[in-house]
Nanobody
Framework: QLQAPGGGLVQPGGSLRLSCAAS????????IGWFRQAPGKEREWVSC????????YYVDSVKGRFTISRDNAKNTVYLQMNSLKPEDTAVYYC?????????????????WGQGTLVTVSS
């Protein structure tokens, strides 16, 4: 099971950190992805981190603003979001892929968190 607290309301330009914690399994061997779905839009891939060497990848719209990281000791993956914009408003989901190989396709991920709402507004 994945739990992803950390959402909330933040002003444009602000920061927020999302967490993705696993229970019942160890995240070390899983690739982790973050996805988001804005109102009226399809779910889109945001970022992912591999299990092997910790390689990270980002969609162009968040490059330089978002940082994905993992703390294996805490069995948790984080998404640090800085310089937030209103267009970042969405429900954010974390997902785990047991293959350990990163992917931008949601179909590759077997386990999903419940989603957390991030609202960027003044």
């Amino acid at each position: 099971q994945l739990q992803a607290p950390g959402g909330g309301l933040v002003q444009p330009g602000g920061s927020l950190r999302l967490s993705c914690a696993a229970s019942g399994f160890t995240l070390d061997y899983y690739a982790i992805g973050w996805f988001r779905q804005a109102p009226g839009k399809e779910r889109e891939w945001v970022s992912c981190i591999s299990s092997s060497d910790g390689s990270t990848y980002y969609v162009d719209s968040v490059k330089g603003r978002f940082t994905i990281s993992r703390d294996n000791a805490k069995n948790t993956v984080y998404l640090q979001m800085n310089s937030l914009k209103p267009e970042d408003t969405a429900v954010y989901y974390c997902a785990a892929d047991p293959s350990g190989v990163v992917s931008i396709s949601s179909y590759e991920y077997d386990y999903w968190g419940q989603g957390t709402l991030v609202t960027v507004s003044s």
